[in-house]
């Protein structure tokens, strides 16, 4: 790894390249001076995040909950402020955003999706068994922990947008959050939402993994969210899906259930047989 002008973070740290960036942070890898080892450095300007700083608590927070308690999350080790920034230090992970691995690969077999879905929804209910909704899944925000083709090796981070869930039965959010594409009808439609998002989001995310696309889009992000409230999409085009068996497809629609009341939860869907089969399903060819 190269550490182009390293600059020095306040403590202990020396900070290398820049892994990726967002509105208003930037993560870089970062270098424990006193023993060597790395991280992963989120370095959130507070001027950017004025009058937001309470989203950064909130993600600490989560993450102090959950951190180091599923080894498919990604682990806070560290958090510090100066005058201009935060810093949240986190287990590096090498291996890229599950993003790319789509883009290059086009789309993942049946097999290696199956795996990499049932490794990211245990790891989903984990996050909800401890009263947090993540509210922003996508493939940007799962990181290969060093092989992007080990499908054991996917972690879930970002909990930028996740926040404790009220112990209430009734209380809900309102707030849109997330990446439109990813984004549960209910939240579109705010009539209130919770854990069900993410598996909304699950659903969107394996559509893509086996197809290679996404599965609402439109001209304009207006049709887009016209598709998503009224749940229209399709397992299109054919060449796309011709190989992907029936039970995928069920699992698909099951996320993708426009009523979060009657959409599976996180244990319900590790149930699907998609994901409980011994043997991937294949397509019965003549
Ligand atoms: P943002 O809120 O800006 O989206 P993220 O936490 O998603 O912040 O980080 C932005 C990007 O930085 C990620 O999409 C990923 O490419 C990279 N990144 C974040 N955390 C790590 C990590 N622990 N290891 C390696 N890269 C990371
Ligand atoms: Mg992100």
Known sequence: ???SQPETVPCQYRTGETLGSGPYAIVKVAIHIKTGQYYACKIINKKLIEG???MVRDEIAVLKQISSGHPNIVTLYDYFETAQNLYLCFDLCTGGELFDTIWDRGQYTEA???DLVR??????KYIHDCGIVHRNLKPENLLFRSDPERTSEIM???FGMSRVMPDSKFSMFTEMCGAPSYMAPEILKKTGYGKPVDVWAMGVITYFLLAGDPPFDGD???QEIEAIIAGDYR???EEYWNNVSDTARSFVSSCLTV???IRPTAAEALQHPWLTAEVPHCVEKD
Do not use: H, R, W
């Open 259 to 261: 009523n979060p009341d």
């Open 112 to 114: 290696d999706a199956a």
């Open 52 to 54: 937001g700083e309470y």
């Open 235 to 237: 397992f299109e085009p």
């Open 156 to 158: 879930i981070a970002d």
């Open 220 to 222: 304009s992000q207006k």
């Open 119 to 124: 490794t990211i929804l245990e790891a989903v």
């Open 1 to 3: 790894m190269s550490a």
